[in-house]
């Protein structure tokens, strides 16, 4: 198994054009996420997804966009970047939302996304 | 959400044992206890989780205090790859996992 898998590791964008980050996972998993890690801080929660087909917003969702069609495949895209969006995004998924199926979170590799 | 309080930074020697503390005194009967840790450039990674009793896996123990506002995280004998930030996290249910500062390792030779 490949585990999470996140691409690109590096980004650089110029103030308000898109993109969008992948993630993807081979494990089944039903329930991913997509944080956000600044500096010297925590990871903090932008959007998660229980299912195909379903999405809900995390701690800060602004700025950002997610869908789910598919258990593998969960994107975040970036609407029109700016400075404050410049982070480290790490993409997780897990077998289920709850102990004792979800207890273990597996993260991927990040992508280090730069807007200048 | 519960709140947990870490030291900030920690130093141990390698090949002795660590003991990571944790304070979480505001803990309701249906929290869980989780351990992350994340390495240099890398993602989280999950470390050891307990409700009540002590827990044992290849990586670590968790120690829980009988009261539950408080356990710790011992790596029995660190190497220089345990050097990293280590996140104890309460969650109940279906909550999300909520990352806090952490505690910063670092292992001397």
């Known amino acids: 198994n490949a585990g999470v898998t996140q691409t690109p590791k590096f980004q650089v964008l110029k103030t308000g054009q898109s993109m969008t980050l992948q993630c993807a996972q081979d494990?089944?998993?039903?329930?991913m996420s997509w944080y956000r890690q600044d500096p010297g801080m925590g990871l903090r929660l932008i959007h998660y997804?229980?299912?195909?087909?379903?999405?809900d917003q995390g701690e800060v969702p602004n700025g950002y966009n997610v869908s789910r069609s598919t258990t593998e495949d969960f994107p975040l895209r970036l609407l029109s970047a700016a400075p404050s969006q410049t982070s480290v995004y790490f993409c997780?998924?897990?077998?289920?939302?709850?102990?004792?199926?979800?207890?273990?979170?597996?993260f991927g590799p990040g992508t280090r996304l730069t807007v200048t | 959400d519960a709140k947990t309080t870490q030291p900030n930074s920690m130093e141990s020697n390698e090949e002795e044992p660590v003991h990571l503390p944790c304070n979480h005194s505001t803990i309701s009967g249906t929290d869980y206890i989780h351990w992350y840790r994340q390495l240099p450039s890398q993602g989280p990674e999950y470390v050891i989780h307990?409700?009540?009793s002590n827990v044992n896996n290849r990586m670590a123990s968790l120690a829980i205090a009988e009261d539950r506002k408080s356990s710790t995280l011992i790596l029995h004998r660190a190497t220089l790859r345990d050097a990293a930030v280590y996140y104890c996290i309460l969650r109940r249910g279906a909550q999300k996992l909520v990352f806090g500062q952490g505690t910063r390792l670092t292992i001397n030779p």
């Open positions: 494990m089944n998993h039903e329930y």
């Open positions: 997780a998924s897990s077998s289920g939302p709850a102990p004792p199926a979800g207890v273990e979170q597996y």
């Open positions: 997804s229980v299912g195909a087909g379903i999405t």
């Open positions: 307990g409700l009540t």
